[in-house]
């Protein structure tokens, strides 16, 4: 059985760093990718990344500040964020299995951890 547990979330003030991991088993996935929702807002892309880690894609708004990285061994996959921003604020999910390489779309991602609270202060 598949399974996405996230965890690391919490609370941090801006400017601050967090990092997400997101552990899978029942197997393994080509292509793993982190979304966020904010209250009253949909659901929105942050970033994926390849199985072997040599392709990945970013939001605009996380381009630089956020680093996504996968450990095969562990089948694990991480979210390192950096100087964060009260915007940033949100429920992070771990998202597994897409048809198209990279995908943006949370409508093309099979599976989903329950997320992980992420909270900036100003």
């Known amino acids: 059985q598949v399974q996405l547990v996230e965890s690391g979330g919490g609370l941090v003030q801006a400017g601050g760093s967090l990092r997400l991991s997101c552990a899978a088993s029942?197997?393994?996935?080509?292509?793993m990718g982190w979304f966020r929702q904010a209250p009253g807002k949909e659901r929105e892309f942050v970033g994926a990344i390849s199985r072997s880690g040599g392709s990945t894609e970013y939001a605009d708004s996380v381009k630089g500040r956020f680093t996504i990285a996968r450990d095969n061994a562990k089948n694990t996959v991480n979210l390192q964020m950096n100087s964060l921003k009260p915007e940033d604020t949100a429920i992070y999910y771990c998202?597994?299995?897409?048809?198209?390489?990279?995908?943006?779309?949370?409508?093309?991602?099979?599976?989903w951890g329950q997320g992980t609270q992420v909270t900036v202060s100003s």
């Open positions: 029942g197997r393994t996935f080509l292509w």
């Open positions: 998202a597994a299995e897409t048809t198209y390489p990279g995908s943006r779309s949370v409508y093309e991602y099979r599976y």
